[in-house]
């Protein structure tokens, strides 16, 4: 059945041209975000990237992405050398735009190329049409088109670069090179230390230690393994070591001072715990509680940094990272003792489940962090469909307000949509039967929570903005 879809090549050659079409679209605060940062690396030398703050968007990356930051800006001088001044605040010629929407289209290469290495390390015929239906889901993700090249960020090189990773993890003989590609990765964006202790307890158990013997150290490969890891780094923040830019990165990278929640709330934990807060406060003097009249605004103001509580107890990030620590803690311990591809996989996403649900200040586009890995097995069995349908269309729907533009209102909802129906029900149907029964009330509940969706998107991006504008005086 495989030769009857169009393949990895033919989809990203028409999702390119479709992107190019998007051109003019909406663009948010991160398209002035990489401009800056292309003219930061451009303009000065390495030694002052971290500490340069003429804007207000200075450079929190880690120092490869900083590094493809310049790659990009020795092109980008030849398009228009007016976007590489660090004082050109929000400078958006067209020749900015075609660039840096451009770019975001060809580094997505990295994407292609490592879902056509996932196809090929399929096993059997039957894997591989799996395999490439989920890789198409994958490529024109609607989460990576609202993002990437509409909002504008780099996402689908850097996903290229997990997937890497996860296939290389998936033969002994590339378990190494698995190590070292998301070490590399680490190194472009460290909110992939979410996903980390899942590959630092495979690649203990499946690499470091004797396949028969979990007490049996291979001490050849912890060299290897180490070695490569810890070369990645260097290369990356040795010279910032050399000048004692070291604290300056850390301040950069983790700043913890933003705040619980992010200024547009992800739909994790924290959302629900900051809407009870709100609603306490008008039957807290029923009950006795005391109110704080300084955080009555805070949550709601959206402002970063700005996470107080009226009503309910403060929360700190320790507590975030222990409720974290606790809930990967319960995948990694059947990683730990059924290290195979497919729990690796399961870990791996159940990390980033547990890092979006109770981290500190997690952004909305995170949930791609759980939806991107989990593709890859959504469609081994109707199990795993029935669990990814949901997660699929509330992630993909919470990212809706990220556009909030009238003229991208058809094209996020009707590109949403097309994505659903053609990957969860008709390539969902690739989907073997699974070896244990079905749920027959949470299959029908899924149902009826992806159903509620339809009015939702319908209120939030219609009604909701157009009832509110006409209570305005």
Not at 117 to 122: F, G, L
Not at 238 to 266: E, I, M, N, T
């Amino acid at each position: 059945m495989a030769e009857f879809y169009p393949s990895l090549t033919q989809c990203a050659v028409v999702a390119a041209a479709f992107k190019i079409l998007l051109f003019p679209a909406y663009k948010s605060t991160d398209f002035e975000v990489h401009r800056n940062w292309l003219a930061i690396t451009h303009s000065l030398p390495v030694k002052e990237w971290y500490y340069e703050k003429t804007s207000e968007w200075t450079l929190d990356y880690p120092p490869f992405f900083a590094g493809l930051e310049w790659c990009l800006s020795q092109i980008a001088a030849l398009m228009d050398p007016e976007m590489l001044k660090v004082k050109n605040l929000n400078y958006d010629s067209w020749q900015t735009v075609y660039f840096q929407r451009s770019s975001v289209i060809v580094l997505e290469l990295m994407l292609v190329y490592a879902l056509n290495r996932y196809i090929k390390s399929a096993q059997t015929q039957a894997a591989k049409e799996l395999a490439h239906a989920a890789s198409l889901s994958i490529l024109l993700s609607p989460g990576l088109l609202i993002i990437d090249h509409v909002h504008f960020q780099y996402n689908g090189f850097l996903y290229g670069i997990l997937v890497l990773s996860i296939v290389l993890a998936r033969k002994q003989s590339t378990l190494l090179y698995s190590g070292i590609t998301f070490a590399i990765l680490l190194c472009f964006k460290h909110i992939y230390l979410y996903l980390s202790l899942a590959w630092f307890v495979y690649l203990l158990r499946a690499y470091c230690l004797h396949p028969t013997s979990m007490f049996r150290p291979q001490f050849g490969n912890i060299v290897k393994l180490g070695a490569g890891v810890l070369g990645v780094f260097a290369v990356a923040f040795g010279p910032f070591a050399k000048w004692g830019q070291l604290l300056q990165l850390k301040d950069r990278l983790f700043p913890f001072s933003r705040g619980l929640c992010h200024a547009y709330w992800a739909p994790n934990v924290w959302a629900l715990y900051s809407f009870l807060d709100r609603a306490l406060i008008f039957v807290a003097p029923r009950l006795g509680l005391p109110v704080k009249a300084d955080a009555l605004a805070s949550v709601t103001r959206g402002l970063v940094g700005d996470t107080a509580f009226a009503v309910l107890p403060e929360i700190t990030k320790e507590y975030t990272f222990g409720l974290t620590f606790v809930f990967q803690i319960l995948c990694l311990v059947k990683l730990w003792f059924k290290p195979d591809w497919d729990t690796f996989v399961g870990a791996v996403t159940n990390c980033a489940f547990a890092a979006f649900l109770f981290g500190w200040h997690v952004h909305e586009k995170a949930v791609l962090l759980i939806i991107i890995p989990f593709s890859l097995l959504a469609i081994k069995d109707r199990r795993y469909l029935g669990a990814f349908r949901p997660l699929a269309v509330a992630g993909h729907v919470s990212l809706f307000p990220l556009l909030f533009t009238a003229a991208e209102f058809p094209i996020k909802t009707v590109y949403t949509i097309f994505w659903l129906v053609l990957f969860l029900f008709v390539f969902g149907r690739l989907a073997p039967a699974p070896l244990r029964p079905r749920v027959f009330l949470l299959d029908r509940f899924s149902l009826l929570y992806d159903t509620v969706s339809i009015p939702l998107i319908i209120y939030c991006s219609l009604i909701h903005g157009l009832a509110f504008a006409r209570m305005q005086p």
